[in-house]
């Protein structure tokens, strides 16, 4: 089955405690995304990333990182998490970063940083 | 700035009615939308998308139809079930940004009562 996997899918942490949420793809798409999703705000675009070893930021990279060493997967680094970065956050993948391309996304990490 | 919204954040109908979810969106260089529908727990799932060059399409139960002169965007929905109740969000990609985010608008909650 296509689809965009993540995990953990709850984490409830401290703040300072470095963690790191994966995500991975079956369907050999090039493009992936982190979005986090707030009342109010909508969906707002992390860090995405064109293909293997080619990332760049979006609208709201601050207190993130992330890598892509492989086609399949896309981690989301927090390296001293803080309250503000509680959220929920998605992960999505499309064939490729242009125009024209749905992005499928995972069913969601919620975070909570104490 | 240039944003994706939708007319009304709740809509309220009755099994078998058909619904009709607004999107306004501002950026004249967006050529490609899409519209998610979001299942409580769950991440967005693609629905239908619409290319500018086209003013209407449809899928199974939906049509969207775009209306370029006046930037709108809007979801049909026939004989509207139980199972559709939940946040539908349209989205677009400008087109002279390859490769970033989809913009998402805040979202329109359907409950559909039987």
């Known amino acids: 089955e296509a689809q965009v996997t993540q995990n953990p899918r709850y984490l409830i942490t401290v703040t300072g405690k470095k963690l790191t949420v994966t995500c991975s793809q079956n369907m050999n798409h090039e493009y992936m995304s982190w979005y986090r999703q707030d009342p109010g705000l909508g969906l707002r675009q992390i860090y995405y990333?064109?293909?293997?070893?080619?990332?760049d930021k979006g609208d709201v990279p601050e207190g993130y990182k992330v890598s892509r060493k492989e086609k399949r997967n896309f981690p989301l680094i927090l390296e001293s998490p803080s309250p503000n970065q509680t959220s929920l956050y998605f992960c999505a993948s499309s064939f490729t970063g242009g125009s024209n391309q749905p992005q499928h996304f995972g069913d969601g990490t919620r975070l909570s940083i104490l | 700035g240039e944003s994706v919204g939708l007319h009304l954040p709740t809509l309220s109908v009755q099994e078998g009615d058909n619904s009709i979810i607004n999107c306004a969106y501002s950026n004249s260089a967006s050529d490609y939308f899409i519209w998610y529908k979001q299942e409580s727990g769950k991440g967005p799932q693609f629905i239908i998308d619409i290319r500018s060059n086209m003013d209407k399409r449809q899928g199974q139960r939906v049509t969207v139809l775009l209306n370029k002169t006046v930037k709108h965007l809007s979801l049909q929905i026939a004989a509207t079930q139980p199972g559709d109740s939940a946040v539908y969000f349209c989205?677009?990609?400008?087109?002279?940004?390859?490769?970033?985010?989809?913009?998402f608008g805040k979202g329109t909650t359907l409950s559909v009562s039987s």
């Open positions: 990333s064109m293909n293997v070893e080619v990332t």
């Open positions: 989205a677009e990609i400008p087109g002279n940004q390859a490769g970033t985010a989809l913009i």
